[in-house]
């Protein structure tokens, strides 16, 4: 018998291009959903409150035996991100000893800061966990800032704001992916139809999304209003099919975790579940 599973969801605009169907009524969702802060969901679904979620690249890396990843959806980018930033009056290479106050809702942002600081610019920062870091970053000191807060200080302080998503392709030349869609071990071995069907319904969201951009916008605009053309070009930027060349980016993000002592060993990046979505 199928169950209906407790789902996540990310509390940002970047996730309505996937979410905005179910929003929109066009497609019914077969479970529950919750929106949150990637951190919170990250904690949810390990802790057992949610059985299937997108999940920072970083917690499914470091939590890889207990999740089952899924195929065919991510967040990431080809080259920018743009609610990925470091703010900063300074050169990321003049960071060392500084203090940089980072925000608290995320794990794969925080990582793939220090990846690039500690690795391509051999800085050693201090990191200060911080519930405002949009307010630090006003004030004029180095702050990493995600989602909806990033465009912020984009919109605000152009020529103070690296884009993590740049600096990453510049550097290695492949994607970025900032979440993955994973369930809990347990939830996928008792309902692996459930899981199908969530998938399932998630990708033909996406899909709609790509057909109803303007619909996409309007209501990403009704969430968090911003200048005429933005979301279009920032929606452009973003991936969220994860292919070869996005497993390819999360895998070389996992090698270099790994070499700065944030992960214990190397998972396989092809999602483990390879079937759950096909028809």
């Not at 800061?113 to 391509?120: C, G, P, Q, S």
């Not at 909806?148 to 020529?159: S, T, V």
């Not at 002592?261 to 190397?266: E, F, K, Q, V």
């Amino acid at each position: 018998m199928t169950h209906a599973l407790r789902c996540g969801r990310i509390r940002y605009t970047n996730d309505l291009p996937i979410y905005a169907a179910f929003d929109a009524g066009t497609i019914a969702y077969p479970g529950s959903l919750h929106a949150d802060v990637p951190a919170r969901l990250n904690a949810m679904l390990l802790g057992g409150e949610l059985d299937l979620s997108p999940v920072s690249a970083f917690a499914w890396a470091k939590n890889a035996s207990e999740l089952v990843l899924l195929p065919d959806l991510c967040i990431g980018a080809r080259d920018e991100v743009v609610s990925v930033v470091l703010v900063s009056e300074k050169p990321p290479a003049l960071l060392d000893g500084s203090k940089i106050f980072a925000t608290l809702e995320s794990a794969s942002g925080f990582n793939l800061m220090r990846v690039l600081l500690e690795r391509r610019y051999g800085v050693k920062p201090q990191y200060v966990t911080e519930a405002d870091p949009l307010a630090r970053a006003r004030a004029g000191d180095p702050a990493l800032l995600i989602g909806d807060r990033a465009i912020d200080a984009l919109l605000e302080m152009p020529g103070r704001v690296y884009d993590l998503g740049r600096l990453w392709h510049e550097w290695t030349g492949e994607q970025t992916v900032f979440a993955v869609w994973a369930a809990r071990r347990d939830a996928y071995e008792r309902d692996p139809e459930a899981v199908r069907a969530c998938m399932h319904a998630l990708t033909d969201s996406y899909t709609w999304s790509r057909s109803h951009v303007e619909t996409v916008v309007e209501r990403a605009q009704l969430a968090c209003p911003r200048p005429a053309g933005f979301y279009e070009t920032y929606y452009g930027k973003l991936n969220f099919t994860f292919h070869s060349a996005a497993q390819g980016g999360l895998a070389a993000f996992c090698r270099e975790l790994n070499a700065i002592g944030a992960l214990a060993g190397i998972p396989s990046t092809v999602p483990e579940a390879i079937g759950v979505v096909s028809r």
